[in-house]
């Protein structure tokens, strides 16, 4: 069969007349959520040490933004999930200057002779020592209410997640808020009560295949520590 311009350019015509209505269809607020889901925290040319806590509250900031935006968004539960997983993590607001402090002792240990390795390394030793409370105590508590919250408002309603990070889509996907908001709060939880609940998840929620396999692997864990 022979194809002419005339026709191929038909065809192609039709189909993106076909396929155009979808793109109408697709709603701002879905399409402005997946932008701040996907931006990167971190400019990749900014090369200078990055403030992590400034970093972590912008985002949150664009997140609340959404929300005064968007109050009946059916996004709310995850919006907030988000938020909470950033609240979580929010540091100190002295790390960043003894980061900045690491850097500058890295930088006058620079040389090549051995003891400089050595100076190098306290420069990390010394950080790591001043920053094994690293979390904002006010913002974790934020967190931890804002997850409760969740659990018990939101628990059994679908995420809307990445389906397939390789690709970058978004849908409704077979891993309910209540799985991922208790496991945030499995973090840092004592041995027994993390037990507890990630037990929980399993027995009443929905949790996608890879937090699943994040249960397990704790879970895994939990029970390796104990026979020590």
Known sequence: MQWTAFSLF?????????????LVERSPEFLEYEQIVLAPLLDPLDTSIP????L???????????????????LVAEVK????EFLKDVERSDIYKLRVEMYQCLERNSGDAIYDGDAREACILEFDKKTKKWRDPIYSGKAVKLLLELVGKYGHQKRYNMNEPRIGGFAWVEEEIGAKALYLLSKGA??????????????????????????QEDLQRLKGAQTK
């Open 10 to 22: 038909t065809i192609v015509a039709l189909l993106f007349n076909a396929a155009t209505p979808l």
């Open 190 to 215: 004592e041995p027994e009560h993390k037990k507890k609940i990630l037990l929980l998840i399993l027995k009443e929620y929905k949790a996608g295949p890879a937090l699943l396999l994040a249960i």
């Open 51 to 54: 403030n992590w806590r400034e």
């Open 56 to 74: 972590y509250l912008a985002k949150i900031a664009k997140y609340e933004a959404y929300l005064k935006k968007y109050p009946n968004s059916p």
């Open 81 to 84: 999930l988000r938020i909470a």
